[in-house]
């Protein structure tokens, strides 16, 4: 039975969304000697991920640690969106021993976000836009699955190797791993101590912003840090609530995207139109930084230094400037 894909779709007054960065890794057709599912006949998803001694060695030690081979190695079919050992040892676990000192039931509840069961999403399935895909976890929480042209990312990670067929479903490599969402952007900045001050701006703002960064409609927030805050002259959190709650409301809503959901692998250079109303310009380097300047910033421009940060109603993207209207 195939999983549906609910597309999600947005306007803006000018274009977020558009083509991926350069550097994302198309899906294209190989020779036979070089195609995967030429070499992966007859293998389940486990086989594949067990007999792939170059990227898969740490999802390997995951998927054991978790007990998933046999759920793996089931009727499925299901879409894989497997995490290379870069993307592992990036995320902090350096080894297997690192992968085997977390807890079974946590492996599997992040593995399992990774694992759409139900369908086998090759690359040609995948249609253009984002779209939520429901995993295997025990949440169900979604994954966005972005296509542009042949380029597809999931959540924040690009696809490096895609199509690696398996008689149970297809296995797609990623350059990052997935966690699923812990709470609403609000309760997300919240549990953040370098987000401490952004959200007593927002509880200083009133129910109109904690509403609006807690409900239901999807966001993108480029979040300063704390040392941001105090860059733009809130040396305090006590400064911040002695600001104008008109000041904090005005200074907030010029960080929020509404209505969308933009993953870094999806932003390109260019203006965008915030919440509220003001506008910020995206620029996208070569290497895929992404820094952002806004009318009061000047020449200062605001550099993301933590993206895709996954919420239950949007995206957070961590910044080093305030982005003043």
């Known amino acids: 039975m195939q999983a549906k894909q609910t597309k999600i779709s947005f306007r803006l007054s000018v274009p977020v969304l558009a083509v991926l960065s350069v550097l994302s890794v198309a899906f294209y057709s190989c020779k036979n000697e070089d195609n995967p599912a030429t070499q992966n006949q007859g293998k389940t998803i486990t086989d594949v991920i067990v007999t792939n001694n170059t990227d898969f060695t740490l999802v390997e030690a995951a998927v054991i640690r978790a007990g998933l081979a046999g759920t793996l190695a089931g009727t499925g079919p ?36 990774h694992v759409i069961s139900g369908s086998a999403l090759t690359g040609s399935s995948i249609q253009t836009g984002q779209y939520a895909q429901q995993t295997a976890g025990t949440g169900k929480e979604p994954l966005f699955v972005n296509k542009t042209g042949t380029a597809v990312s ?17 296995v797609h490599a990623i350059d990052k791993l997935l966690m699923p969402p812990t709470g609403t952007v609000l309760a997300v900045a919240q549990a953040d101590t370098s987000l401490s001050y952004l959200t007593a701006a927002a509880v200083r703002g009133g129910t109109a912003v904690t509403s609006a960064l807690s409900g239901s409609n999807q966001l993108t927030v480029f979040a300063p840090t704390n040392a941001a805050f105090r860059t733009a002259g809130f040396p305090t959190i006590a400064s911040i609530n002695a600001a104008p709650v008109a000041t904090l409301t005005t200074v907030l809503t010029n960080h929020v995207i509404p209505s969308v959901r933009a993953f870094s692998p999806t932003l390109v250079s260019g203006p965008v139109t915030t919440f509220g109303g003001g506008s910020v310009t995206v620029t996208v380097g070569s290497n895929n930084a992404v820094t ?21 109603n949007g995206v957070i993207h961590k910044i080093n400037r305030v982005l003043l209207p």
């Open 154 to 170: 999931v959540n924040g990670a690009r696809v490096t190797t895609a199509d690696i067929s398996a008689t149970n479903g297809v």
């Open 78 to 113: 299901f879409t894989l969106f497997a995490p290379t050992d870069a993307a592992f040892k990036a995320a902090g676990y350096a080894d297997a021993a690192a992968i085997n000192a977390v807890p079974a039931a946590t492996l599997s509840n992040i593995l399992l976000y």
């Open 292 to 312: 952002l300047l806004s009318k009061g910033n000047g020449t200062n421009a605001a550099t993301v230094t933590t993206a895709d940060i996954n919420a239950t």
